[in-house]
Structures are given as C-alpha cells and as structure tokens.
C-alpha cells in the first residue's frame, strides 16, 4: 500500500496513494490506523484524492478510523472527489456519521477549530 503520512503539532494527514481502496489494501489501512492511534495521534485527516474506487472493505477501513477517534480527537475524510467513490459515501449513508470537507486546508482548517474547542471546553471544567 502505497500512502504518505505528514505529522504536524496538532494533526496527522495521511494521503492514500492508490487509485482503488479495496480488500487487498483495507486490512493494512485499518492496522496503519491503529498504530497511528496507539502513538497517540490526536487527530487524523485521511485524504483520498488519488482513490477512485471504494469498495466495502475500504469503507469498513474509514469506519474504522472513525471509530478509533471517536471521543479521543477528530477524524475527517478529505478529498472525495471520484464519482464511484462519492457514490458509494451516498448509498451507504455514512456521509451522515463522518466529517467529510471538500479540501485539504478546509479540513486542516475543520481540525485546528475542533482543538481549540476541545482546549476552552476543558478550561471550563477546571
């Protein structure tokens, strides 16, 4: 599987560059997925601008993501730009679970808003 990661202070991106997000590739995006989580990535925007093709598999693999993140820091889909793949976010209604931004800097934008949210929110609680 061939993908890019790009750590900053606050968020991770992670850039799938394949053109199908597919059984053969859904197993090690969710393990790459966990091991992000577990060296304590806080927020994680995936960024499927190269994907043109999602088949259930690599939707359990984004819903897995989602998962992981709920609760713990933000996770946003990024770059769902293919029809099929637009397509099958539609049909399968998970557009109604996930944050999905049109854009990189959008999403980058989305995160740092959530973070500062998530700081005021705990500077009440002290």
């Known amino acids: 599987m061939k993908f890019k990661i790009n750590k ?13 997000l597919n059984t053969m590739l859904a197993p090690e995006l969710k393990s790459e997925f966990v091991i992000m989580r577990n060296e304590g990535v806080q927020n994680l925007i995936l960024d499927l601008s190269s994907v043109k093709f999602v088949d259930s598999s690599g939707l359990s693999a984004i819903l897995t993501a989602n998962r992981l993140w709920n609760g713990a820091g933000t996770f946003v889909l990024t770059g ?9 976010i539609e049909i399968s209604r998970v557009d109604t679970v996930l944050t999905i931004l049109p854009t990189l800097s959008e999403s980058i934008d ?15 609680d002290d």
Request: charged residues 45%; negative net charge; proline residues 3%.
């Open 8 to 20: 900053e202070d606050r968020y991770t991106v992670l850039t799938l560059e394949e053109e199908s």
């Open 80 to 88: 769902v730009e293919h029809h099929p793949v637009k397509k099958l």
């Open 110 to 124: 989305y995160v740092m808003m959530e973070e500062i949210e998530r700081e005021l929110n705990s500077d009440d």
